[in-house]
């Protein structure tokens, strides 16, 4: 639904104020604390009705009001333009079936892919009667097609001191792709790639590279790679949802090649972008150096729009590939599935080691390892790796299955053994890394912490669950070139945790369930690894200190890179350099500065 709708909201804009260039912040008190806030609807500094109009014009027609997913499924959509009838039962049916399919959502202006941040206020419903409302969804998103439509959109959001948002695929867990009554500027529509033989741009790096879009995702660039002649491989991560380009290279990004060629934030040779001031410009080695920097782990949706980057390739290798399951098929008891896991976690620094990578999930009687990877490894050698842990296995009685295979290229093994997420799902994200010092020295301790983060409270048993990922960023590349945080480099598993929030919850509970992810969940991996650091896409955003736990000593560089290159703050994705003076205030809306 795109601007015949919009114009249904002429009504109650033409009530509202004109355009104001650089419009100052918008003065609110909350709590006895003086803010001053970025512009809503409703404030007198929103733009008029003719001034979208002029945007929309200026973006080919491509501004849009954002309508949630659901809204075919309810009678009405009770926007902040207005209400509209929006139940429609054929397109609800396809939204209840497709509404957990990745793909699906990714391909929607502004829908999130996990649904916490958007507040949940217009799911897929049986019953159309039901409240579908905008929740914490942008107002309206711009699609960009060109580079011109992304400028426009940064320099209206500037002018007229609007909430920003930069989304791409919406793959996000900590809200940063959604925001309360925000101007949206959709990125996916830039899909271009295209492979370089030999890489001519500053620094010693002259071999195969690649630049692709905004808008490229995981899977699409390695299908791609794959079908160069001969075949090439990319860094991305292992879910194929991902966009490469966008929030990934930009919060650092690990994926199955990291033992060998370090984050993909150490990969990229080279950033075109549009910067807070509406500049477009590039970002390598020799022009604009400290953005270039910056952008490479930085921080996502903090310096800049990256409109493309250019990224190292690497030559296909064969590949071996091993699962292994402990769960209640083979074990009903607690204490034989915990020995399981312990065991499993104490050869994590073997695994590391040998330059393999390995991804797992952790629930209540599950753990579910698929897979382990060995790039460019033979079955021979990946059998003598875990030989030890499968020995200690039997020795333990620890029963369990297994299978490997070997693989014609990394991509075989990808596309066979890496399994696709589900969208749609509610849940509070935090995490932590375990260093090689902590997995030698207090393993027990650790998957102490993983039996806390199951089950944290005694009214809450079983309900938390843990993503992990056996990596050593710095196996092969030991100094980073990029903004990630040192710690990595000595990296043995990096584990998100994840806290399910029932739909509907009350802002009484929603508090609750963040102090349990923060000061129990979390808290316990930390003290379990005291030599760790924290992921800046995949942990907790409200932790103390994040700062730190984030980017470590390289924080304070990164604040005065931001401070020169959007020292309004147009741009704001939480917990990002330079955001220590915003929040959002009045139960998840405004976002403000503190006076």
């Not at 925000?182 to 630049?211: C, K, M, W």
């Not at 921080?299 to 729009?305: L, T």
Request: glycine share 10%; net charge negative.
């Amino acid at each position: 639904m795109g601007w015949n709708w919009l114009s249904r909201g002429a009504g109650l804009l033409t009530l509202l104020g004109g355009v104001k260039s650089l419009s100052p912040l918008v003065e609110r008190t909350w709590n006895g604390v003086e803010y001053g806030c970025k512009c809503y609807l409703g404030d007198e500094c929103w733009p008029s009705n003719s001034s979208w109009a002029g945007l929309n014009s200026t973006v080919d027609g491509n501004l849009v009001v954002t309508i949630p997913p659901g809204a075919t499924c309810h009678s009405t959509f009770e926007g902040p333009l207005g209400t509209i009838s929006t139940y429609d039962a054929a397109a609800c049916a396809d939204t209840t079936a497709m509404f957990a399919d990745e793909s699906w959502t990714v391909e929607k202006p502004a829908a999130a892919l996990w649904t916490y941040f958007t507040n949940d206020t217009c799911r897929p419903t049986d019953n159309p009667s039901e409240s579908c409302t905008l929740g914490y969804y942008g107002v309206y998103v711009i699609m960009a097609k060109s580079r011109d439509h992304i400028k426009a959109g940064v320099d209206f959001a500037r002018e007229n001191n609007l909430r920003l948002i930069i989304r791409n695929t919406g793959h996000d867990f900590i809200g940063r792709s959604t925001g309360w009554g925000a101007l949206v500027i959709n990125t996916h529509g830039f899909q271009d790639i295209e492979f370089i033989a030999e890489y001519s741009g500053p620094g010693d790096y002259h071999f195969q590279a690649v630049t692709i879009g905004a808008g490229v995702q995981g899977r699409a660039l390695l299908t791609r790679a794959h079908e160069q002649d001969p075949p090439v491989t990319v860094l991305t991560g292992e879910c194929p949802t991902v966009g490469v380009a966008g929030g990934l290279v930009q919060g650092g990004g690990h994926g199955p090649l990291t033992p060998t060629y370090g984050m993909t934030a150490d990969t990229a040779l080279s950033f075109d972008v549009v910067t807070a001031a509406g500049e477009f410009l590039t970002a390598n080695a020799e022009e604009n150096p400290d953005l270039f920097w910056a952008l490479k782990g930085g921080g996502p949706s903090a310096f800049a729009v990256v409109l493309s980057v250019t990224m190292k390739t690497f030559p296909e290798q064969a590949s071996t590939g091993v699962v292994i399951e402990i769960n209640s098929t083979h074990t009903t008891d607690p204490e034989v599935f915990w020995e399981g896991v312990r065991v499993f976690h104490k050869h994590a620094n073997s695994i590391v080691d040998a330059g393999l990578y390995a991804y797992f999930e952790l629930s209540e009687m599950r753990l579910h390892v698929k897979p382990i990877v060995g790039f460019k490894k033979e079955t021979a050698e990946m059998a003598s790796t875990l030989q030890p842990l499968f020995d200690e296995f039997k020795a333990k009685g620890i029963p369990h299955s297994t299978y490997e295979n070997h693989y014609p290229s990394l991509f075989d093994l990808y596309t066979d053994l890496f399994e696709g997420e589900t969208a749609g799902t509610s849940a509070l994200t935090g995490g932590w890394m375990f260093a090689h010092k902590d997995v030698e020295e207090n393993n027990d301790g650790i998957i102490e912490a993983f039996r806390t983060v199951m089950s944290p409270r005694d009214d809450m048993q079983s309900q938390g669950f843990i993503i992990g990922h056996l990596w050593d960023a710095g196996h092969s590349v030991p100094i980073s070139n990029s903004a990630t945080n040192p710690r990595f480099r000595n990296s043995t598993n990096f584990a998100i945790v994840a806290l399910p929030v029932p739909f509907g919850a009350t802002l009484a509970q929603k508090e609750d369930l963040q102090n349990v992810l923060t000061n129990i969940q979390d808290a316990a991996m930390k003290k379990a690894g005291p030599n760790g650091c924290a992921y800046v896409n995949e942990g907790d955003p409200y932790q103390p200190d994040w700062q730190d736990h984030f980017w470590g000593p390289e924080y304070p560089k990164l604040l005065e890179i931001r401070k020169k290159w959007d020292p309004e703050g147009v741009f704001y994705a939480v917990a990002t350099p330079g955001t220590e003076d915003w929040e959002v205030i009045e139960y998840g809306t405004r976002l403000c500065r503190k006076y």
